[in-house]
């Protein structure tokens, strides 16, 4: 073996508390080839995990790298008519292929070392922006491979039937490679056209869905109806995502259940995104402020995968953040208020097995055979890591170590 990872609490998500037992990872050529506890290390690298958390690398199921770290670009709005698309349409003419590749850089560094080993991130396109956004996400993913996997989900952010040249780049994107195509129907003047041309470029070049659906300050018109509908009509359940739907949390919790189940069968998960959602909700009221955050744990209950994530960063929409999906995590409880060690289990496991699920990712989890990908969290459970926020340690990808914190001590005198 090459590496061995020695004396880990394992968590994939899959179950409510680690093994009592300290297990150790052998890792060859690239791929966990034992799991057992004492395995021989002859010849081979050895990182001791000291009885702290592993798991198969944290997954950011939704995210706009492309569009992060523009904050102090753009200009204040007022609170009641705050916009985040606003807010980022007038300086897409300053996103050039550079500077967008920079920005987005930073942002993937941070996520790789707050132990994020798989992602799927949204790129914009459109005539303000064209296939600038692509092209720089598209390098690197190239160039850091070494350290996450990533995926792009090419979007119209500012409407689709209404804003011509978009479907053109749509396409464009979809013939060099994207594997997943998503939509804003909330920013088009005919938002159920524009879901129905996303499941039809969907079906057309067999991609995954993933659509920004249903925020707004009341829970009146619904889209996730008509998204549930075609995901039965054209047999796409399992490849459909609805990130957001703030919605839910104005509608009373047997409403939610009921549409819930329906999502479940019809295999529509769901993405909430706790920190922009509570930035953004709320903004036409000054008192009783509702939350925004939809209830991840009660749709879950109810037989909806879903996942936890950042969304954006230093933007508009969420002008703050670290990458940090453990923080999320913990936001996230605060919001919904969970405080039982089984929902805050699963909230990690929204972070790890079931947001692996979400991207239909069939080679994550410790088995043998998988990816090396481990990460060390400076925890021993998933329930400590939520609610401590945990710092990661250590992460390896592919076996070989990618990053490395050092565990906070005190300096006595």
């Known amino acids: ?167 053109e780049l749509l396409v464009e994107a979809m013939k060099r490679g994207a594997k997943v195509i998503g939509g804003a129907p909330r920013y088009d003047t005919d938002g159920p056209a524009q879901i129905e041309r996303i499941f039809e470029l969907a079906r057309e070049y067999d991609a995954d869905i993933d659509i920004h659906l249903d925020v707004g300050p009341t829970p009146d018109g619904l889209y996730v109806h008509q998204v549930r509908e075609l995901t039965e009509k054209y047999r796409r359940g399992g490849r459909v995502v609805v990130g957001h739907m703030a919605k839910f949390s104005l509608l009373p919790p047997d409403e939610v259940a009921k549409i819930a189940r329906g999502l479940a069968d019809a295999g529509v998960a769901v993405t909430v995104l706790p920190a922009t959602d509570l930035f953004l909700m709320g903004r036409n009221v000054d008192y009783a402020v509702p939350r925004g955050v939809a209830d991840a744990n009660h749709l879950c209950a109810h037989g909806v995968n879903c996942s936890l994530s950042s969304n954006n960063i230093l933007n508009p929409a969420t002008p703050f953040g670290d990458c940090s999906l453990v923080r999320m995590a913990n936001l996230y409880a605060n919001i919904v208020q969970l405080d039982r060690p089984e929902q805050l289990h699963e909230c990690f496991n929204m972070l790890t097995g079931r947001s692996a699920k979400l991207l239909n990712l069939k080679d994550y989890g410790f088995k043998v055979g998988n990816p090396g990908d481990v990460v060390i969290l400076n925890a021993e459970t998933p329930v400590q890591a939520v609610s401590e926020i945990a710092q990661p340690l250590a992460a390896f990808k592919n076996g070989r170590q990618t990053l490395r914190w050092n565990a906070p001590e005190l300096l006595r005198p």
Request: glycine fraction near 8%; aromatic fraction near 4%; include cysteine.
């Open 1 to 167: 073996m090459d590496l061995v990872i020695r004396n880990a609490r394992l968590s994939d998500g899959t179950s409510l508390v680690p093994e009592r037992t300290l297990m150790d990872i052998g890792i060859a050529d690239g791929r966990i080839a034992a799991i057992a506890p004492n395995l021989p290390v002859a010849g081979a690298q050895v990182y001791d995990a000291g009885g702290r958390l592993a798991c198969p690398g944290l997954v950011e199921t939704h995210i706009h790298i492309d569009k992060s770290r523009v904050i102090e670009r753009c200009a204040p709005q007022p609170r009641a008519t705050y916009s985040p698309v606003k807010g980022v349409t007038p300086i897409k003419d300053t996103m050039t292929l550079e500077d967008t590749r920079q920005r987005a850089e930073r942002t993937l560094q941070e996520c790789i070392l707050h132990g994020t080993t798989r992602m799927r991130t949204q790129v914009e396109v459109d005539p303000g922006i064209g296939m600038r956004g692509y092209d720089a996400v598209q390098s690197l993913i190239d160039d850091y491979k070494w350290a996450i996997d990533i995926e792009m989900c090419v979007f119209p952010q500012e409407g689709l039937t209404n804003y011509p040249g978009t479907d």
